[in-house]
Structure formats: C-alpha cells, structure tokens
C-alpha cells in the first residue's frame, strides 16, 4: 500500500515537473506572442473598428420617426390579437377543455415550449436523409411558433418580445424577402425562402424562449443525445461500409481513401458542417455536468461524435473544428491551446494513412475538388462586376442556373452555386445581405464574448463559449462551401444562432453596448 503510494506520487511529481517545463519553454513564448500578435492586429483593424461598434447604430435607428410609426403599427395588431384571446381565454376557463389543460399539460416537459423545441431539433437531427422532407422543417417551425405565439399572448409579452429583435438579423430578414422580389425565377425563390422563412423563425423561438439555464439544460439533454446517435449512425455505415463517390473525392490524390460517411444528412459535408455548428455545445454541456465523473463521461461520449467528424474526410470540417476548440480553449482556459497543440502533433503519427494523406492535400491545386472552386469563384465575380452585385439575382439555383452561365468558365458551367456562403448571400441577395449577415455574426461573437465575461454561473460562461466557438469554427467552413445548400445545415445555423442570443445575459450586454456613447 505505502510503496503504491509512493508510486503515484512519483508519477504526479513528474507530470507536474513536465507541466511546469513545458510552459516555460521557448514553443509556448512563440505560441503566446504570436497569438498576442494577431490579436492586436486585428484589434486595430478597419473590419473590426466598424463591426465592433455596431451598438451605436441600433438606437439611432431606433429612435427615427420611421421607426417608431413601423412599431406603432405592429403594437396596434398585436394589442387586437391580445384582446380577442383574452375574450376567449375568459370563455374557456370554466370549460372542459381548460380542465383538462390544467390538470395534464401545464408544467410538462413534453407539452411544454421548450419541450416541442427540442423534441423537434431532435428530429430535425434524427431523420434518416432517405425519408427527409424540407417541408418537416417549415411545418414545424410554423406551428412551434403558433405555440410561442399563444404562450406569448397568455403572459402578456407579444409587443415586448417584437422590440427585442436584434437589428441586424431583422435586416437580413428583410434581405430574404428582397431575394424573392428581385428573383429571376420567383417560384423557385418562393420554395427556397421558405429555408429562410423556417430557419428565422426557430431561431427567435429559442431566442425568446430558452430565458433560463434550467431550460438550456433541458433542452440541450436532448440535443446531445441526438448528436451521439447520428454519430453512432455514422460508426454503422462504416463498419458496413459506405460506397466510394467520385462526386465527392478526387479518387486520384485519395486512391486508399475509404468511403466518407454522412449519418444521417445528405453528403459528408452536410455532416461535417453539422457537427461543427453542434460539438462545441456537447462540450459545454459535459462540462457542465455537477460531478467529476459525469464530467468525464460524457467527455468520453464527445469522442464519439468527433470520430464521425474524422470519418466524413472533410477538410474543412477539420480545420473549421479545430478553429473551433481553439476559440473555446481561449475563453475557458488560455493556458490549455499549447497542451492541445501539443496533444495534436502527437497524435498525427497515429491516425490512419487515409486521414494523412487526406490531409496533405489541404491546398494542393491539383484536388480537382479545389480548382473547381477556384473556376467558379471566376465566373462568379464576372457575374457580380456585370451589376448584379447591388440587388443580387434572387434566391435558389435556378436563378443561379439563369444568370450564371454565360459569366461561367467552360468546366464550371453547371455549378449549383457558387461554393462560398458569403459570395452565395451577395450573390442572392446583394450587398444588403451580404452586409447585414456578417453584422449580425459579428454582432452576436461579441456580444457573447463580452458576456462571458460577464457572466457568474460557469454554467452560462460555458454555453455562451460554445456559441462563440461554433460560429468561428462555421465562419472558416463558409469560406470554401455554401453550407445553407442543404435546408438542415441553414436551419442548424440559426438553432446555434439562437442558443448564442437566448441567454439572459448577452441580452442585458446588448443593453449595456446600447448605452455606451
């Protein structure tokens, strides 16, 4: 027993010993001064000078005469709408139908806002890509919202919660619309906006409805499991093996290059961008976990869905997940970047040669999956130099499919779309979009930002980390891949979008940032 000791505590003093070293060497000076770096640099940006000041143009705008007569308006209907339910409120009290809500739905989690949200995403995340519908998405977001709706009017709050929609998200909204308006083939327009229309509307519902930790623990218990079982889905199509895609891989450089998975989304891109957008909340809900253990199993569940992550061969999906524990390495322990920097380059020589070799092709020209990009990003900015870029060409791919194709180089002439969500916004929606869309993302990491360091509870802290880190991560990923061509992905964004906004505290922030002179 006491030889047992001194054993292990050998073993600590050593580890500690090697901790100490390893901070105290000159990798992680570089490290640090390279981070500072950057970070001044873009401190003193233009791009971060004019979106970091986002705050002051909110009031003005507010305060304008065109303003206050818009929301004097929307007051007027919604105080109709609260009237009439009254009346019908004071009707069905006494009824049998209000008994019975009394007695069975009031107070359970399943009937509850917050329960159909996350009962819904758990769907969203479930369903196999072979039996999806987008129209699943727009009907139950629709009737989740007329639920948000009565709940809303019963409390008395329908005008408040108006008044809290973040400005830049309502422009881009208004951009949607115009994407519509100025479309060159408006039925196509119509069915796409419908996207935008579901994914809108879910992220103001968990916005407003998800005011408490308590709720966001409830509902992110479903979500977490959702993302094991679609990474347990995904284990299962490569033990049974998934059939190989030129479409998706150039088979020239990734000759030994096993078939990508996808669990159940449409391709492994689709996936990818998926799991990017959720794995940071997984890790802050482990985290969050009240005891050691339940910590460290949970974390060890995390792996699970990272595997998946490594099994969909996607390059951008990788570096956009590192980009994104990077970030949340950084506002929750600054000190652990250099352990995972070091854990990362150790790890390398035990990943499978199809990984390596998938990575080092990160970049290489003669990926014809990267030169592709490149031929269509051409044609792409011919297009908008023609004129298009102020107003866009509407949304979807059939007016890409329009106006495309004479600017288009030869071998990228049928391309869906232009393969980068911010060229694919202005494209669509034009400046406007394109604007209002990186304000609102700015906006929100930092909004966010601040509020953690706001926050008290290591709960919220670890949440709102989350949602700064999967917005990061997505923001690379958007740079190389249109991730709202798959309607999940978009609706994924803005759940993610939502979960960042919702917490009490990076609203009281926007308050603060209002004020501020």
Known sequence: MFENSLIVSGIVSIANWLYRAFYQSAIVCWIGKGVGALGRLWKNSGIYSFFAKDSRLEPKIQSSALYSFVDWIVQGILGWFTKIYRKLRSYNENSVNGTLYERFVRGSFVCSLNGLLAIFIFCVAMIPHTMWNNMYMLLGAVGISGVYFLVLLSQGKLGKSVKGI?????????????????????????????????????????????????????????????????????????????????????????????????????????????????LPFCFAYALNAKTLGKKTLLLAFCMLPVGALLMTYSRSGWISF????????????????????????????????????RILTIGNMKDSSSSYRLLIWEGVLRMLGNGYALQGIGLGPSSYSIVYPPFAEARAAVAPHSHMLYLEILVEMGVIGLVSFVWFVCALVRRSGAAVHRAVQPEVKNMLIAGVSALSGIAFISMVEYVWFYPRVMFTFFVAAGLTMAHKIVKECWQIFRCEP
């Open 322 to 357: 590192a980009i994104a524990l990077v970030v949340f390495a950084w506002f929750y322990n600054k000190k652990l970047i250099p352990i995972m920097i070091l854990v990362g380059m150790l790890c390398v020589p035990l990943l499978p040669s199809s990984i390596i070799n």
């Open 166 to 278: 973040w400005l830049p998200l309502l422009i881009f909204m208004m951009a949607a619309v115009s994407g519509v308006l100025v479309s060159h083939a408006k039925s196509d327009s119509v069915r796409v906006f419908m996207f935008f229309l579901a994914s809108f509307l879910i992220c103001l519902n968990i916005y407003g409805s998800v005011d408490s930790y308590e709720k966001m623990k409830q509902f992110m218990t479903l979500v977490f499991i959702g993302i094991l079982l679609t990474s347990v889905y995904a284990f299962y199509q490569r033990v049974t093996g998934v059939e190989i895609s030129a479409s998706l891989t150039d088979l020239t450089l990734n000759k030994d290059m096993p078939g990508r998975v996808f669990s159940t989304m449409g391709n492994p891109n689709n996936y990818a961008e998926f799991l990017v957008l959720l």
